[in-house]
Nanobody, 114 residues
């Protein structure tokens, strides 16, 4: 059974940090490129960051220099370290494979506000 479980979200003030995790099961994780997406209220889901199986990374312009994606293949987990958070980062964050081939998880809510 293919499953993605995101965690680590929460409420944080502007300038704060959070570390999100996404645990994958039912896929050969080490061979997959993994992405983080986010969906803000009333907006479409958007790409945030990507990490290939070899560790190559790329980011949306809006998060470059603030967010860092990483992976632990031994734990079948992909991470998103988010620093210098802004109110516009408020969204539900999701992970998925690239290309998208697994059901979306429930996501994890990130709220940035003073």
């Amino acid at each position: 059974q293919v499953q993605l479980v995101e965690s680590g979200g929460g409420f944080v003030q502007p300038g704060g940090s959070l570390r999100l995790s996404c645990a994958a099961s039912g896929i050969i994780f080490s061979s997959r490129t993994m992405d983080w997406y986010r969906q803000a209220p009333g907006k479409q889901r958007e790409f945030v960051a990507r990490i290939t199986r070899t560790g190559f990374v790329n980011y949306a312009d809006s998060v470059k220099g603030r967010f860092t994606i990483s992976r632990d293949n031994a734990k079948n987990t992909v991470y998103l370290q988010m620093n210098s958070l802004k109110p516009e980062d408020t969204a539900v964050y999701y992970c998925n494979t690239f290309p998208i081939s697994t059901p979306w998880g429930q996501g994890t809510q990130v709220a940035v506000s003073s």
